[in-house]
């Protein structure tokens, strides 16, 4: 994996400036989501959860609460039975809407998270963490959002996830980062790949002929 540390400081100068501006920015938002979180079910407003940084350095993630807190905390969705009943009824819009992950702008400025790089893989995710090894994509900062987010997010199996890390890893640049910050913007509008308990939806479809893979 080449090193770039031009990129790598404009990269953090860019994540600590904007992640500033978003936190005062959206602090009567984020305000507001987390009233609606505690009104509608019992625990706390904010979901804490070990994920893997850069060189697979754990840290914890901070996430609005989606689920009722009798939710395994250390299970991914897709490995959970009726995962649309864990989920509480804000929950399905702030999943839906990707509000769920604001909070992680406060993880950008901390310098644990950029605002673009393969998402973090849980603690315990050891099939990802092992394919993301393959193509270095364990080797650099994770990000809000990433290449295989805007290329189907949920309904890639882990295999294609974890090829799709590597080749953000290889192209990745200030130019191409902004390109997927674009993107981004207008998959989050049009709900692309949020399949709740699902991984691999795509190939399922496809085995199964009900859908042509295009979310």
């Known amino acids: 994996m080449k090193?770039?540390?031009?990129?790598?400081?404009?990269?953090?100068?860019?994540?600590?400036?904007?992640?500033?501006i978003a936190i005062l920015l959206l602090l009567i938002p984020m305000?507001?989501?987390?009233?609606?979180?505690?009104?509608?079910?019992?625990?706390p407003v904010f979901f804490k959860q070990e994920r893997v940084g850069k060189n697979k350095k754990l840290f914890k993630i901070l996430k609005f609460r989606s689920m009722y807190t009798d939710t395994d905390p250390n299970a991914?969705?897709?490995?959970?039975?009726?995962?649309?009943?864990?989920?509480t009824k804000v929950g399905h819009f702030i999943r839906r809407t990707s509000i769920d992950?604001?909070?992680?702008?406060?993880?950008?400025?901390?310098?644990?998270?950029?605002?673009?790089g393969p998402r973090p893989a849980l603690w315990n995710q050891d099939d990802l963490i092992a394919e993301r090894d393959r193509y270095h994509a364990n080797d650099v900062k994770p990000g809000l959002t990433g290449l295989a987010q805007i290329s189907g997010r949920d309904e890639l199996e882990i295999d294609v996830k974890a090829k799709l890390d590597?080749?953000?890893?290889?192209?990745?640049?200030?130019?191409?980062?902004?390109?997927l910050l674009a993107r981004t913007v207008f998959s989050v509008f049009r709900h692309e790949g949020v399949v709740e308990g699902g991984t691999g939806e795509i190939h399922k479809r496809e085995e199964n002929g009900t859908g042509d893979g295009d979310g």
């Open 31 to 43: 305000l507001i989501v987390a009233i609606a979180v505690k009104l509608d079910s019992k625990g």
């Open 166 to 179: 590597g080749e953000y890893v290889e192209k990745r640049g200030v130019f191409y980062d902004l390109s």
């Open 76 to 87: 991914p969705t897709h490995q959970l039975q009726e995962a649309d009943s864990h989920i």
């Open 101 to 116: 992950e604001l909070p992680q702008i406060y993880n950008i400025f901390l310098g644990q998270m950029s605002f673009v």
């Open 3 to 20: 090193k770039k540390p031009v990129y790598s400081l404009l990269k953090r100068a860019f994540d600590l400036f904007v992640s500033l």
